[in-house]
């Protein structure tokens, strides 16, 4: 039996342990905290919304335990504004399939228990480099998983597929309860995003905690200098609940109803701080020569406007098992080590490209996009006879026969964050983006690019004239 060493336990790590495991390995993890230090002292090292092809991968290793009580995220409700106190537009999508976001310190509490009562071996360390190498040897091969532990460093940066060099947001992630699970004017329950285009964004995603089940966890992802950029001096979550309510209240009231009454959700429920988004060489090569292969956050560190890295480490996981599988008992030497992650790459490179997509203005082709989407509601605008249900699972019940156009080019957008490979590449091209218009409305582009600028532009007049712009999915 082929013996296999993991560094660190969370999602990436923990994913690729219980694969190995089942596909017959003999499974090393190594983790700087045991399963009930993640409970009491660590903080979530991210929101971590997963999406269906992630979940249907924890699905097939039997590590899909919260289904029952978390909250089912079934869409996006999106504002978009091009400063404060304007909203051009806002999209209403529903995915496919629900997403799930688990507080991240109890899915590694449960999966490494759950990992030791299968059979594979924990050992709580903090693996130094030179510990890192003795371990190397005993095994026929080891994996880092340390997330952006400064073991991470191992593997240099990718220049040639990495696209920054500076963190490009300041974020604070704040995990709360008090709120509603519903907003007015929607029959879904969302992630609530704000795009600002000049000085970030703001987004609330329903969460479950370690202890008190379903929440929400918030995240600001603030420009420099702008009004989000808030958070530099906060000390404790807490504060950062306080100051969070403000600049909701400020530059986003129209979510302030919903949130004014929440509260921390336990005193280590928030993080704040940068970091660059970037691509590391999948391969490190330790003191004695011997190499090791990273899989996660240590090989690709994206921002989390998209809702992608954990996706991304659950993708990557997945393929390297398959690739270890496919292996056999032939070497796992370097350039076998590089093909491993070529093969995620080819596959998966549009979650980088999305996400980066997602940080930069917006492009035309992406602009057109939304316009033409403009009206979408969720369903509330779906012809007679579609079925409008508030239950869970509710998105792939909606045949597309019955969706309005605007309605399906929302729902693609939704579904692009399960797999970015959908529509990420028309935000890029003007003709693809007028092709997917055309097949989801069966009508000329510019039959949407004039429908939506009018309804759009008659938003700036109600707002103009001091009115509520009136938006599909908002009573506000
Ligand atoms: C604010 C925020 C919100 C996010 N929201 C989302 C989202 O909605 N959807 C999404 O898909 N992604 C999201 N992400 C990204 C996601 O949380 C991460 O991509 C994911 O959790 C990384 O998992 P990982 O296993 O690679 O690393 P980690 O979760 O960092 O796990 C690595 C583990 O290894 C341990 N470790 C480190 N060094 C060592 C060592 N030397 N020895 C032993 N153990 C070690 C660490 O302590 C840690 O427990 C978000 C990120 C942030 C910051």
């Given at each position: 039996m082929r013996s296999i060493a993991i560094v660190g336990a969370g999602q990436a790590g923990l994913l690729t342990a219980h694969d190995l495991l089942r596909h017959g390995y003999d499974v090393t993890l190594y983790s700087d905290k045991s399963a009930d230090d993640f409970l009491t002292k660590a903080r979530p090292?991210?929101?971590?919304?997963?999406?269906d092809m992630s979940l249907a991968y924890e699905r097939e290793l039997g590590l899909d335990f919260w289904e029952d009580g978390a909250p089912k995220g079934e869409g996006i409700h999106l504002t978009f504004s091009p400063?404060?106190?304007?909203?051009l537009l806002t999209l209403v999508g529903r995915f496919s399939d629900y997403f799930l976001a688990i507080d991240l310190r109890l899915q590694s509490h449960r999966w490494m228990n759950e990992l030791e009562a299968r059979g594979g071996r924990i050992e709580i360390e903090n693996v130094t480099v030179d510990r890192l190498d003795e371990i190397a040897g005993d095994h026929d091969l080891a994996i880092v998983a340390?997330?952006?532990?400064?073991?991470?460093?191992?593997f240099p940066r990718d220049e040639a597929r990495s696209?920054?060099?500076?963190?490009?947001r300041k974020l604070c992630m704040i995990c709360t309860r008090g709120q509603p699970f519903a907003f007015p004017g929607i029959d879904l329950l969302p992630v609530k995003f704000n795009f600002f285009a000049t000085f970030g964004e703001a987004f609330w995603v329903p969460w479950y905690h370690k202890d008190h089940g379903p929440g929400w966890s918030m995240l600001f992802e603030a420009k420099e200098?702008?009004?989000?950029?808030?958070?530099?001096?906060?000390?404790?979550g807490h504060q950062a609940v306080d100051i969070g309510r403000e600049v909701i209240r400020e530059v986003m009231p129209w979510d302030y109803e919903w949130c004014r009454d929440m509260e921390l959700l336990?005193?280590?429920?928030w993080l704040k701080g940068t970091f660059v988004p970037e691509v590391r060489m999948p391969v490190g090569t330790l003191p004695s020569g011997r190499k090791v292969l990273s899989v996660g956050d240590s090989t690709m560190s994206l921002d989390p406007i998209g809702g992608q890295g954990a996706n991304n480490g659950n993708k990557m996981a997945r393929n390297l098992v398959s690739e270890i599988v496919a292996r056999a008992d032939r070497p796992y030497d370097e350039p076998w080590m590089q093909s491993t992650f070529e093969s995620f790459w080819d596959r998966h490179r549009w979650i980088d490209r999305f996400n980066n997509t997602l940080l930069e203005p917006i492009t035309d082709p992406g602009k057109e996009l939304l316009i033409a989407q403009y009206g979408s509601d969720g369903g509330h605008n779906?012809?007679?006879g579609t079925q409008k249900t508030g239950?869970?699972?509710t998105g792939a019940q909606k045949t597309g026969a019955q969706k309005t156009g605007a309605q399906k080019i929302a729902d693609l957008f939704c579904d692009n964050f399960n797999?970015?490979?959908?529509l990420t590449g028309a935000f890029h091209d003007m003709k693809a983006a007028r092709k997917v218009i055309e097949q989801a409305t069966?009508?000329?582009?510019w039959h949407s690019a004039i429908r939506g600028r009018l309804a759009i532009g008659k938003g700036q007049i109600r707002q103009k004239l001091g009115m509520n712009p009136h938006h599909p999915g908002t009573v506000n």
């Open positions: 090292t991210g929101t971590a919304a997963r999406f400063d404060a106190g304007n909203r340390a997330g952006r532990g400064d073991i991470h460093r191992l696209t920054y060099s500076k963190p490009q200098g702008g009004p989000l950029d808030r958070f530099d001096d906060v000390k404790d336990d005193d280590n429920a779906a012809s007679p239950t869970q699972k797999d970015p490979a959908l069966g009508k000329p582009w």
